[in-house]
């Protein structure tokens, strides 16, 4: 270990007892840090991603293609890019989360768009349990913090298009508060390129900043610090009142404590990782107490922690996955307006101010206006510089042509035919005018779509099942607004190429964790806590039920400023939880060892699978099969069942052997390896005729709490003949933490959930192929185990079996 990374890890292990610990920091976890270190409490943040100060943005091709988030293949960059079968999102990962590369738009949700038990398609209802009387002070703080200021500017070509678009139209339009920096103090003269003074808690970069330049960057990373991004803001401020800001740092998992508060599990992602492949999964965990615990991580990120981290959370919400949407987000373009100057080409510079100066609104049924279906907003959505230069090359015949009639009068040139030796207009025509990009502009439409779509893992990963389907009506009314403002500006509109199969890019994933008035309802309540989880709060984009409509970064930083003030009305500690926490490792029994003899013994083994269901919360197993396949909940096992000494093994009345494998189970957070397993072949009880197969596995979700899967076989004879079934249906409970190798936990042990598991005949054909002898005996050791196996069998159904019906 280098003394670089030797004192990195000394010091991100110097505190692990705090008041708060906040994971992430975009709107969120930023504003929570700020207020509640305002307020007295010690607060750490881990932030996955790593500080981006102005001039760290990479603008190179080489830059770009490493700023990308996958630390796994070693890239450590700004963007994380997630791909569902009904869309694409786009997040961010870096201090100050999705501030970094969103488009400073702080639009308040509308009034009237707070709806209540609003019916969805297919049941269940989105249901705002806060108003906007609730957040309108915590609007103002937000705003003050990040400094809003509408767009400046009157002659800016794409806004003053946005505004004879919509006047044109009848409809809506303004200039929507952005956090920028236009002027070196607000009220005055805005003015490009000048210096920001410093703010009274200072910069936690510690480098100068200067007012917009108008370069359309703001959705790659400002490199002149002209945003108002929540690290030169609430982070900045948070770190002045004392919190601990630690970059590089991805939550793994959490669980609650016995006594109140949680354990946090994370790992370092260190900097000279970064450009290399590395085994994250292999990464030391470090731990951190808390006792409150703030998820922050957004919609995707939040949410999958929440359901990695499931069987940690017993009891918690159905509505876990549930509420998701993408705030109606869907980009169009429109290309080649027309009615310049001269009746030509119409200047639109998408290129030219920041990504968003105007928001052009079109109204709800809600909004009692007469204005029917669901309401959005369309806003201009610049770009940098270099995407003209990208846009134009697009353009293959007019570049070849161009290109071809350069090549043909240079080699007249140099042929002697002609001897014009100026050739700047002949450049100049080479570079060709440019209108194409000049006259071009993408549109971002975002309002109400519905929030029908369903979080989930599978194979361990994030999924998503959501479809534009539902909210097809909604899409066509933006698409048509869309349209009609391209014809108002003499343009062709075209959809973006993933709209031909339906799908959407969203940069605002909402969902996944809604408030509620209930936990039948919602995850949280309606400051965030999680229902039956003192302590534990989700203050991001998961927590909201239903779209914002407008941008919603200000209303989430809203709604967790409410919440601190909640929170810090409290000041008391958190209650325990109801649910049990994770109970510590329990000593284990091991399996028998053979005696020591001068012979190696034998061993045997073989690899055995078997598929089934299981529900969560749960304590019967039938129950749990028959709930967990109406939700398509899985889980499935395969271990190699090894009897180290074979002589040993049929003697020890238990039957005792090793178990080693994984499960698969989505609602478990996906694979998950045995730490140490148990298998008895057949155990007698009191009842002569009974035998029993029992598991024990120890197992670890992907947070790193303990778990048990206990299950067993049960061998009787019932009347019909029912062997196959006895030796082939598992009965399995989930109990949180490790129990011992008993089959039933002690019986005291809070049960996670429950199912039932069979071997398949085609799994059990390939069952008989993996038996495997290893030893100085491997006949007699294969023998001896038929001998057991069919003996047992024989003393419980031989009454049937024999010949002639007698008890043998």
Known sequence: MTTERLHRQTEIERRTEVDVVVVGSGFGGSVAAYRLADGGLSVVVLERGKPYPPGSFPRTPAGMARNFWDPSEGLHGLFDIWSFRGLEGVVSSGLGGGSLIYANVLLRKDDKWFVHESPLPGGGYEHWPISRRDLDSHYDDVEKMLGATPYPYNDTPKTVAMQEAADRLGLQVSRPPLAVAFARRRGEVPVPGAPVPEPWYGNIHGLPRETCRLSGECDVGCNFGAKNTLDHTYLSAARHRGADIRTRCEVRGFAPRPGGGYEVRYVLHDAADEGHRTPTGKLPV????????????????????????????????????????????????????????????????????????????????????????????????????????????????????????????RLRSRLGFNPQSNISSRLALLLGPGVFSDSSLPLLGMGRDLPDGRMGLRRGYLDIDWTTQTSRRYFERVRSTMSDMAGVLGAEFRDNPLWWTRRVVTVHPLGGAPMGRHAAEGVCDSFGEVFGFPGLYVLDGAVLPGPVGANPSLTIAAFADRACHHILGERAAPRVAQQAAATAPAPLADVPAAAANSEHPTSLSFTEEMKGYVALDVDDPEEGRALGRSLNQRLSFRLTITADDVDRFTADPEHLARAAGHIDCDVLGGRLPVEGGWFNLFTRGEDPSRRRMLYTLHLRDPGGSPLTLVGHKEVHDDPGIDVWSDTSTLYVRMLTGHVPPDGNGGGAVPVLGAGVLVILAGDFVQQLTTFRAVGPHRVQALESFGRLFLGELWDVYGFHLAPTGEPT
Do not use: M
């Open 286 to 409: 470090h731990r951190i107490n808390c006792k409150r615990l703030v998820l922050a991580a957004g919609s995707f990120g939040s949410t999958y922690l929440l359901l990695r981290n499931r069987s940690a959370l017993p009891g918690i919400s159905p509505a876990l996955g549930t509420r998701f949407c993408g705030n109606g987000d869907l980009l169009g373009l429109v290309l080649k307006a027309a009615g310049g100057a001269g009746r030509g080409p119409r200047t639109l510079a998408a290129s030219t101010g920041p990504v968003i100066t105007s928001a052009v609104r079109v109204g709800d049924e809600l909004d009692g206006d007469g204005s029917s279906g669901r309401g959005f907003y369309v806003e201009d959505a610049g770009y940098p510089t270099f995407v003209d230069w990208l846009a134009e090359a697009t353009q293959v015949p007019g570049s070849l042509r161009r290109t071809v009639g350069f090549g043909l009068h």
